[in-house]
C-alpha cells in the first residue's frame, strides 16, 4: 500500500494580502454536506473586522488609480488562475453543497470564472456606457462618470459556495473599489481559496479581504464601521439585514441587496453593468468653454 | 505680499528700470500669478464665461429714476463727440463743435461734452470752434487707424496734431508687434508716443475687437498702462466689433489692478457701438461697480460716440416732459 | 494678511455723482392669495381631516402671508391612497409618450405663468426676486420638459435592462429651493410612471400649492400628484407609510439618518440628498477678477442656504492676500435687503430658526478666534436678515469650518500645494461639491479626480441643468437628480 498521508489545507483569513489566524485565535468547525468534518475555519472577531477595513481603506486609491486596462486584465488574470485551479474549486463546491453533482459543481465554477472575465470586460466600457457628456443650456462643457464609492463591505451570500460570493464581488472591485467580505458562515472554504486565487492573481494586497467566522458577530462592526462607504447585504437574513442597514444610516452608507433576478445566479441577470453603477458615485465635472 | 509700487513718472520713460520685467512678465510664456509680483505687477488671467456672466448681471441693474438725469447728462459730459470720416470737411468740424458746446439746441441746461475728437488735419478748426469753451480737442493720431505708419512719421503726426492745439492724443496700440509677440516694441512705441504728446492726454486704443481673446485684452492694457497711456480706450470705430460689457468690464479691472498695485489711475474710454441711453448707463454701472464712484467723472472715464447724444438728448426730454420723443426732432449733426 | 483697504483710497475724488440704484420692487400684483389653503389629494383641495392650520409668513417682513393645512397621519393616509389609487388606476399603464405630454404642459404653463411664481416664491422664501425670477422658477420648468422627454424613451436609458415604476414615490422637500426641488422630485418620479405624495417644507408651501392649480389645469389625471402641506411629523408619517414604495428626501443630513433607520429592512428604496461643506480651491494662477465673482456666487447666493454652496474657501497662500482684497471690496458692493427689490443680492434668511442658527454659528467662530470681516449695511428693520460674512484666520478644527451653516458666511483657509487642498478639501463627512480655480487644464484634471464630491465646478461654481446629475459623496446623501442618472431612483431594471 502506497499510502501517503495527505496534507491538509489550513483555512486562514484574507486580510491585507497576507493569510492569517484571528487575532482572537479562535476557530469553528466547517462541515460538508454529509455533516462530515472538513476543516477548521477562522473565527473571525471584529478586531479582525477593523484590520481588513483598514487595509481596504488604505489600498483603495492604489487601486482606483491604476488604470481601467491594468484593472481589467488584473481581473481576467483571477478568471486564468482559477481555470488553472479548477479541479480544485470544484471540489471545493462539491463538498460543500448539499446533494450537489460533480457537472453541477463544475458548472458553478465555470459560471465563476466565465463571471470574472465577463466583469473583466466591463473595466474600461462601464464609464463610457454609464457616464458621458450632459448637454446643458449654457456654455460648459458637463461631464458625468461613475467612480467607486470607496470601501465596500459584502456580506456573501450562503446559497452556494462559490458563485454568488465571484457575483457579488467582482462588480464591486472592477470600478476601483476595495472590499471587504463576510464569507458564507455555512461554506466559507470555497471563499479561502478564491483569496488564494487573488493572492496569485497580481490583486494588489487588501484590494480584497475575506473574513470568516459568525454574521452575528461580524456583520455590526462591518455595517457600523465609518470607513465602509458601501454595504452590500445579499447574505444577511431580514433581520440582521435589517439591523445593519439600521447601523449604516447612522453614517449614510449605502446599503444595496440583490434583487431576485439577481439571486438566480447562474443566469446572465445576475451580472449587470448596472451592478457595477450601484457601488459608484456619479461625478460630475463642469467647465465654462470660453476663448 | 508686497506689491512694488511704480510712480507715475517712472513707467513714463522709455529706459524704464522695470522695464525688462515689464516685458518679461508680459511675455507669452510668462509665468502667471505669484512671479509677476516681482515685477509690482499681476496680469491676471481672464475667464471669458466668468467675465461676461459678471457683466450680464451688471446690465439688469436698475438705476434710481431721480439718478438718472444726473445719469444722463454724466453721460453727456463724458462724452467724447467724433468724426472720423475721409469726407469731415471744416464745415462738418464747426457744427460738431456748436452741437458739443450746447449738445440741446432748444434746452441750454444740456452741459457740453467732453471733447471733439477728429482727425489731426481738422484739429485747427476745431480748435477754433471751441475756444472759449470747455470742450476739450481729441485728435486720432499716430497712423490711426492701422498704426502701421514708420514710426518716426507716426510720432511726427502725434507732435503736428499736439502744436495745432490737441489736448488729447489718441493713438492705436501697434496690433502687428502685440500679435507677433513683440510686447518691447509696443511697448517701446507707445512709450515714445508718450514723449510726443508732451503734456496732452495718451489715449492708447487696444482694438479689442482685433485681439482675440480677454486674456489678450488684459495684457494689452497692462502693457498699455505700464507704457504710459492715461486712458486705455477700447475701439477705432473702424471694425466690426467694438466696445462691449464684457470688454469694458475686463479693462475696469485691469484699470483696478494697475491702481492697486501701482497707485496710479488711468482712465478708460469706450468707442464704436454705443448708441442708446441704455447702453451707456450699463457702462456707467459696470465703470462704477469695477472702479467706485472715482472713475464716474470725464476725468477718468469718456464715451466716445457719434450716434449716442441723440438718444441721451431724447431720453433726457423724456424724463423732462415725461413723453416719449420722436427721433427726427434732434440734430441730425 | 496686509490690509489692503487703505490702497487707492487717494484715489477717490470727491464723489460727483454716484451710482443710486432704484429701489426696484417687482410688483406683486399677479400673486392671489388666498387666506387658507387646503391639501391636494386626489385633483382637489381638501381639507385636512383634524382641521389643522397653520400661518406661513414672509420672512423680509414678518407678515403672515396665508393659513396653510397642517396634514396628520389620516391625512398622509388618505394622500397615499389617492397615489396608491391613480398609479394602478391607470398612470403606470399609460404609454410614456402620454405622460411625456402631461410633463410638457406643465413645463409651458409654469414658464407662462413664471412671473407669478418667482414673485411668490420670493414673498414666501425670502430669496432675492432676481434668483427666483432669473433660476428657480426657470429651471424649474426646464426640469419639467427635461424629464417629459425622457418618459417615451427610458428604453433607451438603460441598455440591457427595461426600466419599470416603482409605485407610489414619497417626497420630502426643503424651503431653500421650493418650486425647484418640487421639480426635482416631481418630474422624473411622473415620467418613470410612478405617482407622488409630495410633502413641501412648513415655511415655504405656497409655490407647491400653486403648482397645484398648474397641475390641474394640465388635466394631470386625480391622484397622480398629491401635495400634503404640514410639519415635521407629516414629513415622518409620509415617510414611513407602509402604502409608499419608494422615499426621496432632500434636507438635513440628521434626517436623512432618521429616515435611512427608520427606512431599514422595509425594502423602501430611498434616495438622500443631504447637506454639505463644499470647498471651493482658489489656485494662484487662477483668474482673480472671476475667482471673486465665483467665491460671491458660491457663497452668498441665496444667502448661503444652499447645500452645495462654497462655505469653505481654500486658497493659495501667495494669492491670499489679493483674493481677500478683492473678495472684502466685493462684498462692499453686495445690496442686502428687500428680496423683492430687482436690485437686490441678498434677500432675507428663511427663518427666525435658520437666522438664530448662523447668528450662532458666527458667535462661535468670534469666539474661537476666526477674524470677521462683514461690510458697513443697513439691515432692514423687520425681518430676517443677515449681512454677508468672511472669517479669516479659520483654522480646520473650528466649528465654522466643519459645521453647515446654511447662511452667508464664508470661512478662509490657505493651502500650500495641491496635495494640501486635496486633504484639507476632503476633510469633511461630506461630498456634496467642489470648486477648483486653476488656469492649468491638467491640473483641474487631477484635482478634480481626488474630489470626494458628486459635482465639480471648475472655473465656475452654483451651476444647475436638469441634464447634469446633481447629488452626494458620502454623508451628503445617495442618488443623483438631473439627466438620465436622474430616471435610476426611480425605476427598477428588469432584465
Given at each position: 500500500m502506497s499510502s501517503r498521508l495527505l496534507i491538509n489545507k489550513t483555512y486562514k483569513q484574507f486580510i491585507g494580502g497576507a493569510f492569517e489566524r484571528s487575532e482572537s485565535g479562535r476557530s469553528y468547525p466547517v462541515v460538508g454536506a454529509e455533516g462530515q468534518h472538513l476543516a477548521h475555519a477562522v473565527q473571525g472577531s471584529r478586531k479582525d473586522v477593523r484590520d481588513a477595513v483598514a487595509s481596504a481603506r488604505s489600498s483603495q486609491e492604489g487601486w482606483a488609480g491604476r488604470t481601467a486596462y491594468n484593472r481589467g486584465q488584473i481581473l481576467y488574470r483571477v478568471a486564468e488562475v482559477m481555470e488553472s485551479r479548477r479541479d480544485e474549486f470544484c471540489a471545493e463546491v462539491l463538498r460543500a453543497?448539499?446533494?450537489?453533482s460533480e457537472k453541477a459543481a463544475a458548472a458553478e465554477t465555470a459560471a465563476a470564472i466565465d463571471r470574472w472575465v465577463w466583469y473583466a470586460g466591463w473595466a474600461d466600457k462601464f464609464p463610457t456606457v454609464l457616464g458621458g457628456a450632459n448637454p446643458v443650456a449654457g456654455p460648459y462643457f458637463n461631464l458625468s462618470v461613475p467612480e467607486p464609492t470607496g470601501v465596500v463591505g459584502i456580506v456573501a451570500p450562503d446559497e452556494q459556495p462559490l458563485l454568488p460570493l465571484v457575483s457579488r464581488l467582482a462588480p464591486v472591485i472592477v470600478s476601483g473599489n476595495t472590499a471587504v467580505v463576510l464569507a458564507s458562515e455555512r461554506c466559507p472554504l470555497a471563499a479561502i481559496t478564491l483569496a488564494e486565487t487573488l493572492a496569485l492573481s497580481d490583486v494588489p494586497a487588501g484590494v480584497v479581504n475575506i473574513i470568516t467566522g459568525h454574521r452575528d458577530e461580524l456583520v455590526p462592526p462591518l455595517a457600523g464601521h465609518v470607513a465602509v462607504d458601501s454595504l452590500d447585504i445579499s447574505g444577511c437574513d431580514s433581520e440582521q439585514g435589517a439591523a445593519a442597514a439600521r447601523q449604516a444610516a447612522a453614517t449614510i452608507t449605502r446599503v444595496i441587496s440583490a434583487s431576485t433576478a439577481e439571486r438566480?445566479?447562474?443566469?446572465?441577470?445576475?451580472?449587470?453593468p448596472y451592478l457595477i453603477d450601484a457601488f459608484c458615485e456619479t461625478k460630475t465635472v463642469w467647465h465654462p468653454k470660453g476663448r | 505680499m508686497v506689491f512694488g509700487v511704480l510712480s507715475p513718472n517712472a513707467s513714463l520713460s522709455i529706459t524704464s528700470p522695470i522695464l525688462g520685467r515689464v516685458t518679461d512678465l508680459l511675455a507669452v510664456d510668462a509665468p502667471v500669478g505669484a512671479a509677476d509680483a516681482v515685477a509690482g505687477i499681476r496680469i491676471t488671467p481672464v475667464d471669458a464665461v466668468g467675465l461676461e456672466q459678471r457683466a450680464a448681471s451688471l446690465c439688469t441693474r436698475s438705476i434710481k429714476t431721480s439718478s438718472k438725469a444726473a445719469a444722463l447728462d454724466l453721460a453727456v459730459r463724458m462724452m467724447d463727440l467724433t468724426t472720423l470720416e475721409g469726407a469731415d470737411t471744416p464745415e462738418r468740424v464747426q457744427a460738431l463743435c456748436a452741437r458739443a458746446r450746447h449738445p440741446d439746441a432748444a434746452d441750454w441746461s444740456v452741459p457740453p461734452v467732453a471733447a471733439v475728437c477728429v482727425y489731426p488735419e481738422l484739429v485747427p478748426v476745431a480748435v477754433g470752434a471751441l475756444a472759449d469753451s470747455s470742450v476739450a480737442v481729441a485728435s486720432v493720431a499716430g497712423g490711426f487707424p492701422a498704426g502701421l505708419a514708420p514710426l518716426e512719421a507716426r510720432l511726427a503726426e502725434i507732435s503736428w496734431a499736439v502744436a495745432a492745439g490737441a489736448d488729447e492724443v489718441d493713438i492705436v496700440l501697434n496690433r502687428s508687434a502685440f500679435l507677433s509677440g513683440q510686447y518691447q516694441k509696443a511697448y517701446d512705441e507707445i512709450a515714445a508716443a508718450k514723449q510726443a504728446c508732451g503734456s496732452a492726454h495718451l489715449k492708447v486704443i487696444?482694438?479689442?475687437?482685433?485681439?482675440?481673446?480677454y486674456d489678450q485684452i488684459r495684457r494689452a492694457s497692462m502693457l498699455a498702462m505700464v507704457a504710459g497711456a492715461d486712458f486705455i480706450k477700447t475701439s477705432t470705430g473702424k471694425i466690426g466689433t467694438s466696445a462691449t460689457p464684457p470688454t469694458a468690464l475686463c479693462m475696469a479691472e485691469a484699470i483696478r489692478d494697475m491702481a492697486e498695485q501701482t497707485g496710479r489711475a488711468v482712465g478708460l474710454k469706450l468707442a464704436g457701438g454705443i448708441r442708446t441711453a441704455k447702453q451707456a448707463w450699463h457702462y456707467l454701472v459696470i465703470v462704477g461697480e469695477t472702479l467706485g464712484s472715482g472713475w464716474l467723472t470725464p476725468e477718468r472715464f469718456r464715451l466716445g460716440a457719434s450716434s449716442l447724444l441723440n438718444d441721451v438728448l431724447m431720453q433726457r426730454a423724456k424724463l423732462r416732459d415725461g413723453r416719449y420723443q420722436r427721433r427726427e426732432d434732434f440734430s441730425v449733426d | 494678511m496686509t490690509d489692503r483697504s487703505s490702497i487707492g483710497r487717494e484715489l477717490e475724488p470727491a464723489g460727483e455723482f454716484s451710482l443710486d440704484y432704484a429701489p426696484a420692487p417687482e410688483s406683486t400684483a399677479p400673486v392671489r392669495l388666498a387666506s387658507q389653503y387646503g391639501l391636494f389629494v386626489g385633483g382637489e383641495m381638501v381639507e385636512p381631516a383634524a382641521g389643522g392650520m397653520a400661518p406661513t409668513i414672509n420672512p423680509a417682513t414678518g407678515e403672515t402671508l396665508a393659513e396653510v393645512s397642517v396634514a396628520d397621519a389620516a391625512d398622509v393616509d388618505y394622500a397615499v391612497a389617492a397615489a396608491r389609487a391613480a398609479w394602478e388606476g391607470g398612470w403606470r399603464d399609460l404609454p410614456g409618450s402620454e405622460r411625456a405630454k402631461y410633463l410638457y404642459r406643465v413645463a409651458r404653463l409654469l414658464q407662462e405663468r413664471a412671473r407669478e411664481f418667482a414673485v411668490l416664491e420670493t414673498m414666501d422664501g425670502g430669496k432675492p426676486i432676481r434668483e427666483s425670477r432669473d433660476l428657480d422658477i426657470p429651471l424649474a420648468a426646464a426640469h419639467f420638459f427635461h424629464y417629459a422627454g425622457w418618459a417615451d424613451k427610458l428604453d433607451y436609458a438603460f441598455s440591457g435592462r427595461r426600466a419599470a415604476p416603482l409605485g407610489v414615490a414619497a417626497q420630502v422637500i426643503p424651503w431653500n429651493f421650493p418650486l425647484l426641488m418640487a421639480a426635482w422630485k416631481l418630474a422624473p418620479a411622473l415620467a418613470c410612471g410612478n405617482t407622488a405624495v409630495l410633502k413641501p417644507a412648513p415655511t415655504t408651501p405656497l409655490t407647491a400649492l400653486l403648482l397645484a392649480e398648474v397641475l390641474r389645469d394640465a388635466e394631470l389625471p386625480p391622484g397622480v400628484v398629491n401635495i400634503v402641506t404640514g410639519d415635521d411629523a407629516t414629513g415622518a408619517a409620509l415617510v414611513s407609510?407602509?402604502?409608499?414604495d419608494k422615499v426621496a428626501f432632500t434636507g438635513s443630513t440628521e434626517v436623512g439618518r432618521a429616515i435611512g433607520a427608520e427606512l431599514a429592512g422595509t425594502g423602501k428604496r430611498l434616495t438622500l440628498e443631504l447637506g454639505g461643506k463644499a470647498a471651493n480651491i482658489v489656485f494662484e494662477d487662477a483668474a482673480l477678477d472671476q475667482v471673486t465673482e465665483g467665491i460671491v456666487n458660491g457663497i452668498y447666493f441665496n444667502g448661503g442656504q444652499v447645500c452645495c454652496a462654497g462655505s469653505r474657501l481654500l486658497v493659495q497662500e501667495s494669492v491670499a492676500d489679493a483674493v481677500v482684497g478683492k473678495l472684502q471690496k466685493r462684498m462692499d458692493t453686495l445690496r442686502v435687503g428687500d428680496p423683492l427689490d430687482k436690485n437686490t443680492d441678498i434677500g432675507a434668511i428663511n427663518s427666525q430658526a435658520q437666522l438664530d442658527r448662523i447668528q450662532e454659528l458666527v458667535a462661535s467662530g468670534v469666539a474661537e478666534g476666526a477674524e470677521l470681516y462683514t461690510p458697513a449695511c443697513v439691515l432692514p428693520e423687520r425681518g430676517f436678515f443677515h449681512p454677508p460674512a468672511l472669517f479669516t484666520?479659520?483654522?480646520?478644527?473650528h466649528r465654522i469650518a466643519q459645521e453647515e451653516i446654511f447662511g452667508p458666511v464664508l470661512s478662509v483657509l490657505t493651502f500650500r500645494t495641491a496635495e494640501e487642498a486635496v486633504a484639507k478639501a476632503n476633510?469633511?463627512?461630506?461630498?456634496?461639491s467642489a470648486g477648483i480655480w486653476t488656469e492649468k487644464g491638467s491640473r483641474i484634471l487631477w484635482m478634480a479626480d481626488r474630489m470626494q464630491a458628486g459635482v465639480v465646478w471648475a472655473n465656475t461654481f452654483n451651476r444647475f441643468d436638469p441634464a447634469s446629475p446633481f447629488g452626494g459623496y458620502r454623508e451628503s446623501g445617495y442618488g443623483r437628480e438631473g439627466g438620465r442618472a436622474g430616471l435610476l431612483p426611480y425605476v427598477e431594471l428588469v432584465a
Open positions: 453543497t448539499d446533494g450537489c438566480q445566479w447562474a443566469d446572465e441577470a445576475a451580472q449587470s | 487696444l482694438e479689442t475687437g482685433e485681439l482675440g481673446s | 407609510h407602509p402604502g409608499v484666520n479659520v483654522s480646520t478644527a476633510n469633511t463627512p461630506y461630498g456634496l
